[in-house]
């Protein structure tokens, strides 16, 4: 089931000084559980974030809706990896499933076969 709402941008949060990071969307209808993950884009369909939160007051009225601002997503993923996200999404991954598959699946699997074998 799609659901979506009109509004504004009611404020806007920062981790650092210069930058946007977090959007205050305010007490619209889909400040509700089940909301993280929902696209929050603009009138022109760019998206700008992504629903993170919402606050827990009693009517919708007092709920705040906040998302995490697309800015702050690709600047958290350049500086945890090294490039950019679309140059990871669509470039050669091919360096990171073999280091994948010689350093993190061997432990995956001892895992979960020390797991299966107690059940």
């Given at each position: 089931?799609?659901?979506?709402?009109?509004?504004t941008?009611?404020d806007?949060?920062?981790f650092?000084?210069?930058?946007v990071?977090?959007?205050?969307?305010?007490?619209?209808?889909?400040?509700?559980?089940?909301?993280?993950?929902?696209?929050?884009?603009?009138?022109?369909?760019?998206?700008?974030?992504?629903?993170?939160?919402?606050s827990?007051?009693?009517s919708?009225?007092?709920?705040?809706?906040?998302?995490?601002?697309?800015?702050?997503i690709?600047?958290?993923?350049?500086?945890?990896h090294g490039?950019?996200?679309?140059?990871?999404?669509?470039?050669?991954?091919q360096?990171?499933?073999?280091?994948?598959?010689e350093t993190?699946?061997?432990?995956?699997?001892?895992l979960?076969?020390?797991v299966?074998?107690k059940l």
């Open positions: 089931m799609q659901i979506s709402a009109a509004g941008v009611q806007i949060f920062t650092n000084q210069t930058t990071d977090v959007l205050s969307l305010g007490g619209v209808p889909l400040a509700q559980q089940g909301a993280s993950g929902g696209a929050v884009v603009r009138s022109d369909g760019s998206l700008i974030g992504l629903v993170v939160t919402s827990l007051e009693e919708t009225q007092e709920r705040d809706l906040r998302a995490i601002s697309t800015g702050h690709s600047r958290s993923f350049t500086g945890q490039t950019s996200f679309a140059s990871y999404a669509f470039g050669d991954i360096p990171e499933y073999e280091e994948f598959t993190v699946l061997p432990t995956l699997r001892d979960l076969l020390a299966l074998g």
